[in-house]
């Protein structure tokens, strides 16, 4: 490797273009909520066998106990769409206490309808977190940065999912076991709100009209995106829709499935998890960049493909040569291609609506995933295996491909002229 390799990787991990430092300001605190997101999301999952029998969770209510959880969207999605009439910040600072407060709680569940509980209002909380830091990253970055942004939201969900694996490894010897990690989370999300008081309100919020905005309900302004924007949104809610059915069982029971499957120890997934998130680091941020310079739609094709190709074959008694590289590509796959399709709802309408269609993209793409979700536990009765059960959702990603060929290549332009506001 030559002397100004390092150089030019650095170079590789910048925006494209000159985004200033109240904006790198605006991706940093939005990306410590992206970081804490991926960190919850695996918790569970790396944590699955160790909750289910501490809390008595049959094994075929499993995922549906998951579905359960996702339920939260419901309440998320009104929590979120708000921000359109009171504002991004708000709502953000709202967001983050709520969900380090229930984080925190869910650490001392004596069973599982109080784990439960806790668990529902934390997804409350950071639902609503993420459908809002898609909306500010939309709204900030500069029109040849926006891909570039969304890998950087999916760089720190990576980030928060190593951390995940890296305290998972010493499940074992943790006080208190699996509620140290809840605990041990909670902390810096606390830290990251007080932070977070310096956020400022977008500059597209902040010059549209806010008093003609608050006379309407949400009820309304659904009616109204509806009438104005029919095709691109339902395209875009479809390929969210198909995307959640098919990949929220695989990313939810990936690394219960090294356990028990493949048999690997905690130690040994943190040893996958830890290099093979470092690796997909890299590659989210270069997914990004090439959807800037690509278009942000074969690439978002490409990263659904991927993951769906690589979850049906990592579910599929992979070779054990296969195991870590097939975990890698999947998640590489549904991070980027998450975040990409998150975009596209956001980048297609005007920023009246943008909180609002983008709190509806998420809770489509959760509540298609619960079903997937309850469904697999019927399938994991048919079958007694969790394998083939998984195989079958994954079915779903080519209606992804195709409701993704239907909308609008949104690379390299303005939103006002994608949108017009």
Not at 17 to 36: N, P
Not at 97 to 125: N, V
Request: net charge neutral; proline share 5%; hydrophobic share 55%.
């Amino acid at each position: 490797m030559s002397d100004d390799a390092p150089a030019r990787v650095l170079r590789f991990l910048q925006p494209p273009v000159e985004i200033g430092r109240r904006t790198e300001r605006i991706v940093l605190l939005v990306g410590a909520a992206a970081l804490f997101a991926g960190y919850d999301v695996l918790i569970f999952g790396l944590a699955t066998s160790q909750i289910q029998h501490s809390l008595g969770i049959a094994e075929n209510q499993i995922a549906p106990t998951l579905a359960m959880f996702r339920a939260a969207a419901i309440v998320a999605l009104l929590l979120a769409a708000s921000a359109d009439l009171v504002g991004r910040r708000r709502l953000l600072l709202m967001t983050i206490f709520g969900q380090a407060i229930f984080t925190f709680a869910s650490a001392f569940a004596p069973d599982f309808h109080a784990f439960a509980a806790t668990q529902i209002l934390t997804r409350i909380f950071g639902y609503a977190e993420e459908m809002l830091c898609f909306v500010v990253i939309a709204e900030e970055i500069a029109a040849g940065a926006r891909g570039w942004a969304n890998g950087a939201l999916t760089f720190f969900y990576f980030t928060g999912a190593g951390f995940a694996a890296g305290l998972f490894g010493a499940v074992n010897i943790l006080p208190y076991g699996w509620r140290a990690l809840y605990f041990i989370g909670a902390i810096p999300i606390f830290l990251v709100g007080l932070l977070r008081r310096r956020l400022p309100e977008t500059r597209r919020f902040e010059t549209q009209s806010p008093a003609g905005l608050k006379k309407e309900a949400a009820f309304e302004l659904l009616k109204a995106l509806a009438r104005e924007y029919p095709r691109r949104v339902a395209a875009a809610i479809t390929a969210a829709a198909a995307f959640g059915f098919a990949l929220s069982c695989p990313t939810f029971l990936a690394q219960k499935y090294l356990q028990e499957t493949y048999h690997y120890t905690p130690g040994q997934v943190s040893a996958i998890l830890i290099p093979g998130g470092l690796i997909a680091l890299f590659l989210s941020i270069a997914a990004g960049r090439l959807s800037d310079r690509l278009g942000r739609k074969p690439v978002a094709m490409g990263m659904a493909a991927l993951a769906g190709v690589s979850f049906f074959l990592f579910f599929d008694s992979a070779p054990a040569w296969a195991v870590a590289p097939l975990w890698v590509l999947g998640f590489l796959g549904f991070f980027s291609g998450d975040a990409l399709i998150a975009g596209f709802a956001l980048e297609i309408v005007p920023t009246q609506y943008r909180a609002t269609v983008g709190a509806l993209r998420y809770v489509i793409e959760i509540g298609f995933g619960a079903v997937a979700l309850t469904l697999e536990g019927h399938l994991y009765d048919h079958f007694q295996a969790h394998g083939p059960a998984v195989q079958w959702m994954l079915a779903a990603i080519p209606v992804t491909l195709v409701a993704i060929l239907l909308l609008p290549e949104p690379a390299g332009k303005t939103l006002e002229e994608l949108s017009g506001g």
